[in-house]
């Protein structure tokens, strides 16, 4: 029989060609690359022998092995394409824990490559005569049927798993393992035409062109998975009900990185950091997959918990000794959570908004997500659709806490403060609840919500026992252009006047040169009403900038008012206290717990108190009472 070798030929062309474009875009990196790789190089492999049994020079014997060595290459090339597609399909997770599926995956291959072994006897699947003559035995077609078996399964896989992948890479991928199923069945009829490897070659560069496109899921900074595989990913396997866990680790100071050393020095670095935290992690569980989601944060996915508290210990040492590379060394901080799937959550969705937000749930070096974990779910991962039906049932609670006077000894005004309770989860605490709003776009119409409920309760029942009252505005509600003509709006509803209300922002969105921020408190002091900066002392501002509004009541945060208490700083206070007075600036100090600390506020000059000595964050009603009864005293 005389072969037709040019496609065969062209076979190997476009896989050295695809071997080439793996090696010039680094395309090495996780499972779905190196089985694609395994599938490239068993092709290669198989239509170097299909030449190689086609030639007549060679002796019977030889000819004999050398097709023998085709044969079982090519079966391994439909067992590697099939192992691909289960990984494409998300099922190659389940095959990990499921050792026995192997070896039914394996079982017809085993049985062939069996036979296989057996031909060197039995002559039942080919043999070569003198001439020479190629000629097939009578289980020849076993050798067909195990191409078909595997690449029809991996069609199967891929169709059913096709809402994991986008259309035209569906269409793609099934028309390609199709087309190899048609060319195995033309190979069958007219064996001369040695078309299967070129149709093979066909379908890798389609998986390549299509599929395997690294730039589309490595993030180039430090070689891992980027933040669209890892959201690809989880789908997948929350879809299919898999058990496995994440430890989300936030490096929190890479940006002092890049200021200390030119950019491609701290990123080399950066990299090399990371890899060798990649090497130790799957040094630990082989399951392990890193993912760079953006902002600094990494996502570590591993089957087995029984290896969570050594991945968190080791990642706990690496960031209390400074990394040395190429002559770099610098010492990283982190926040860590460790996160059990599907316990804590059983959505892709709210598993990616927790990953950008898990770490302003925390001032500690870890979160532990053992105290949210409810009979109905875990409380962080519901935050999505409890604020949304918040949002739309307009449940967002006004609670207040009081603001005490120093001059008056008697409590003069209060602040607004967002509270939720959930039907389901209970009081939802704000430390967590507002920072997680505020990365999902969530605040501003939860804030609009409370501002008109204050507004309400002021106007019913505060107006003459209290001089004014206290509304935070969020960053993003000063973002919004709509913000000063809202206000607007509900002051003319509920008849308030600008002087009742001081509206209070912190002072890093103070002295932001947003265009929009800033025009926007402008608007909002051109209406009248006044201007708190919260949290002074915390930011970073020169007061130049911080005092170019007019403002009217500067607080100060908790940490300046312990500072204040110890009496280390008095001169450094009471020079503060200079500047603002001669601005006519109303000082007035938070977290006042003490009568010790009232006390010295009282005595360096303070205006105002605000605290849990005098008053709790309370509800509105509670608050009513609070100021019926007390008339100035403390708790």
């Known amino acids: ?252 100071n890479t940006a002092s990185l890049y200021n200390l050393y030119p950019h491609e020095q701290a990123l080399a670095f950066n990299r090399a950091c990371c890899a060798s935290m990649q090497n130790k992690a799957r040094d630990i569980d082989r399951t392990a997959t890193v993912y760079y989601l953006g902002n600094a944060t990494f996502a570590y996915t591993f089957d087995d918990r029984a290896q969570e508290e050594e991945l968190g210990k080791m990642v706990e040492e690496e960031f209390q000794k400074p990394m040395t590379h190429n002559g770099i060394s610098f010492l990283f901080t982190a926040k860590t959570c460790a996160v ?30 053992a105290p949210f974990r409810k009979k109905e779910g875990n409380v962080l991962f519901e935050l999505d659709h409890i604020l949304e039906r918040a949002i739309h049932e307009k449940s967002i609670s006004a609670y207040y806490q009081g603001i005490y006077s120093l001059e008056k000894q008697d409590f003069i005004a209060a602040e607004a403060l967002m509270r939720l309770t959930d039907p389901t989860f209970g009081l939802l605490m704000p430390g967590f609840m507002i920072p997680y709003a505020e990365r999902r776009g969530k605040i501003v119409a939860m804030s609009h919500i409370l501002t008109e409920k204050a507004f309400a309760f002021y106007a ?64 909002l002091l051109q209406q009248g009403y006044r201007l708190a900066i919260d949290d002074f002392g915390t930011g970073y501002s020169n007061l130049s900038r911080l005092l170019q509004f007019d403002i009217a009541i500067l607080k100060f945060d908790r940490t300046m008012t312990n500072l204040l208490a110890t009496g280390e700083q008095d001169d450094f206070f009471l020079g503060l206290f200079t500047i603002f007075r001669q601005r006519g600036i109303k000082l007035l100090f938070e977290g006042v717990e003490t009568k010790k600390v009232a006390e010295k506020l009282e005595k360096m000059g303070a205006d105002h108190i605000q605290g849990f000595y005098y008053s709790k964050t309370i509800p509105e009603e509670e608050f009513l009472k609070l100021i019926a009864s007390k008339n100035g005293k403390p708790n």
């Open 460 to 523: 019913d029942h505060l107006r003459g026992r209290l001089d004014y009252l206290e509304v935070n505005l969020s960053p993003s509600q000063l973002l919004d252009p709509r913000l000063a003509k809202e206000i607007e709006d509900l002051a003319k509803r509920y008849q308030i006047k600008p002087k009742e209300i001081v509206f209070e922002v912190t002072e890093n969105t103070a002295t932001t040169e947003d265009i929009v921020l800033r025009n926007n408190l402008e608007a």
């Open 1 to 252: 029989m005389d072969f037709n070798l040019f496609f065969d030929i062209a076979a190997l062309s476009i896989l050295l060609f695809l071997v080439f474009s793996i090696v010039l875009k680094k395309q090495v990196i996780g499972l779905s690359n190196k089985l694609y790789l395994f599938v490239i190089g068993c092709t290669f492999v198989s239509a170097v022998f299909d030449i190689l049994a086609s030639l007549p020079h060679f002796p019977l014997p030889l000819l004999f092995a050398l097709n023998t060595i085709f044969l079982f290459f090519r079966g391994l090339t439909a067992v590697s394409l099939f192992l691909y597609a289960c990984n494409l399909g998300q099922v190659y997770y389940r095959l990990r824990k499921k050792r026995w599926l192997y070896i039914l995956i394996f079982l017809p291959f085993l049985i062939f490559f069996i036979a296989l072994i057996a031909n060197f006897f039995t002559k039942w699947i080919f043999d070569y005569h003198p001439g020479p003559i190629y000629s097939r035995g009578p289980l020849m077609w076993i050798s067909y049927a195990i191409s078909y078996l595997y690449l029809s399964a991996a069609a199967a896989l891929l169709f059913v798993s096709r809402r994991y992948h986008s259309r035209a890479q569906t269409i793609a991928v099934l028309v390609a393992f199709l087309t190899q199923v048609g060319a195995s069945i033309f190979q069958f009829f007219v064996p001369n035409v040695l078309i299967e490897m070129f149709v093979a070659s066909m379908t890798l560069l389609t998986l390549s062109l299509f599929v395997e496109s690294p730039e589309n899921f490595i993030d180039p900074r430090t070689m891992n998975f980027n933040y669209l595989s890892f959201a690809k990913d989880m789908k997948r396997r929350l879809d299919l009900k898999e058990s496995f866990n994440i430890l989300f680790i936030n490096v929190t």
């Open 340 to 369: 059990h799937c599907p316990e804590d959550c059983l959505n892709a969705t709210d598993l990616i908004a927790f990953s950008t937000t898990f770490f302003d749930l925390t001032d500690k070096s870890s979160l532990d997500l």
